[in-house]
């Protein structure tokens, strides 16, 4: 019934521009509620939807990570994250990305940024915890990304010291 009003919809908007890609993005909502990331991804990169807008990026980023193109997100939501760092959902999607690529160390950290961006911090300090956990595992492991682990670890770790002071 929402693929049939949706296309209805495409009708009354397909001389308006700005409603048209409102409808786009409708509609690449509805394909990945339906399971279907490829028609997500063919309706917004036909529509040559405008991924500076957090709808659009976020969307664009769930269809592409379902498609095994997770890097081209993962560098995409790096560059939002950096601007938007209390953005919770695009460190959600961020670390999609990375699980999707095996890239187990960077998954980890964006969850906690995640759960920070949420201000749990005690939630965000197990996640930092468990990255911290694999550095020690993993040898090979990436020592920048290792390195801000550890410094967020102990940022989250003073954040928390002073929710409990405030209790």
Do not use: C
Request: proline share 1%; no cysteine; glycine share 2%.
């Amino acid at each position: 019934q929402a693929r049939l009003l949706h296309a209805k919809l495409q009708l009354l908007a397909r001389d308006d521009a700005k409603a048209s890609q409102q409808v786009r993005l409708l509609g690449a909502e509805l394909a990945l509620a339906a399971s279907d990331p490829r028609l997500a991804k063919e309706l917004l990169v036909t529509g040559s939807a405008d991924l500076s807008t957090r709808p659009a990026l976020f969307l664009w980023a769930q269809a592409m990570t379902s498609t095994g193109q997770a890097a081209q997100v993962a560098q995409q939501l790096q560059t939002w994250v950096a601007s938007h760092t209390r953005d919770a959902q695009a460190w959600q999607l961020l670390s999609a990305a990375y699980a999707a690529q095996g890239k187990r160390l960077s998954a980890l950290r964006a969850d906690a940024e995640s759960y920070a961006a949420h201000l749990d911090y005690a939630a965000a300090q197990n996640r930092f915890k468990a990255a911290q956990d694999q550095v020690r595992l993993d040898g090979s492991t990436d020592h920048i990304e290792a390195s801000i682990i550890d410094t967020r670890s102990r940022q989250i770790a003073a954040l928390l010291r002073e929710q409990a002071l405030e209790r």
